[in-house]
């Protein structure tokens, strides 16, 4: 009952946060589904621009003006505002079951074996922590964009105007470096967090699996693998017994189909990683054509367009249905053929919402030179993303 699943003793924090972020989500849900109050920020942009350009002052109408500036900051504020509670929601979440339930002692899984698809193991504590890392990760970017948002429309949408009042190309770019090298910052606190490889899930499980069929071709030629054991007893030597070692019954299918879901997941973490973090915040600090005032300022309001508003609430549920639907299932409430086929649907909505939120507004060379550079020097994500920042910015 919805009782025991969010006011039950045991645990009670995580489920009160759970309940808490349900909340969010189903709000922003509705929100994003009936933006009542959502407004064409490029049209505003534009009429700005055009009234600052204007040299005559009655082309203006300073009351709309007045009003498109009411509504745009009015958006803004709420945008701003939802942000920072549905990621702190969501990190409370996986905080609190970490801290909650005895996970760190108790849970441990075989080697490359993740909790969250596989039937057998369990999500560990360390899984946990790893998420909470990448949900203040996504916080903090979220933050970011509406800083530069902030920055960048606050004098009436002229975005690209900073050098002409007088500051040199330098200043531009020592300014803007900055607020890369802050939203890039919490990546050196990386090693405090655990590291699960998706790769390992599958290699590891191959290995095994190797192994198994060794087993089973040898008893295909006749042969068992046998084992004596003399068991002393009383002095005595009981008679010798024989274990004969038969392979584990397993489903090829279910394993085929969970470690291609872990391949798609490492490719879809590759393109989070350096497209929707490291190659956005790049591109929104130097968006092309920012030296010669030609940025286009209706891109910059990132966080305040529609598309962007169903990707963040796309990438708070991932986060936190992972694990939810892994645990129903150990419960026995969902079955582990139907939480695959939602972790399939789940990823698919993800990534069509991350491709139409980011798509046009991320410079590709940035995103590139990110990954390359993340092969060849590896976790160095800082000083990756303040090379590739320095590159960009004068190209």
Known sequence: SSHN??????????????????????????????????????????????????????????????THHDEYHYWSQKCFAYDILLGTLGILVTLTAASDFPHRHIVTNQKGESGTLSRKAIVTHGEMMEHAFYQILNLWQALYLHFVTWLVLGDGGRGGAEEEEGEGKMVVIGRRMALLWVVTLPWAARGFFPVNSFSANWTKQQQRDDGNNEVVEDNKRGYQIMGTT??????????TTTKTRTPPITNTRTKTSINGMYQIKKWQYIFYKHVILHGLNISMAFPIGIHDNAATNDDVALPLTHHWRVFWLALNTSY?????????????????????????LLMASSSVAAFRAVMGRVRMEAALLSLLLNFVNRHHDILNTMVVGCIVANV
């Open 320 to 344: 936190v249905m992972e694990f939810f639907l892994q645990s129903i299932v150990k419960r026995g409430i969902l079955r582990q053929r139907h939480m695959m086929i939602l972790n399939g």
């Open 230 to 239: 003399k068991i002393r007893e009383k002095g005595s030597i009981s008679a």
């Open 5 to 66: 699943l969010f006011l039950a003793a045991r645990g009670r924090s995580h489920r009160l946060a759970g309940a808490a972020h349900l909340c969010c989500l189903l709000a922003g849900a509705v929100w994003v589904i009936h933006p009542n109050n959502e407004i064409h920020i490029t049209t505003i942009i534009r009429n700005d621009e055009n009234n600052y350009n204007s040299n005559d002052a009655d082309d203006a109408d300073d009351n709309t003006t007045n």
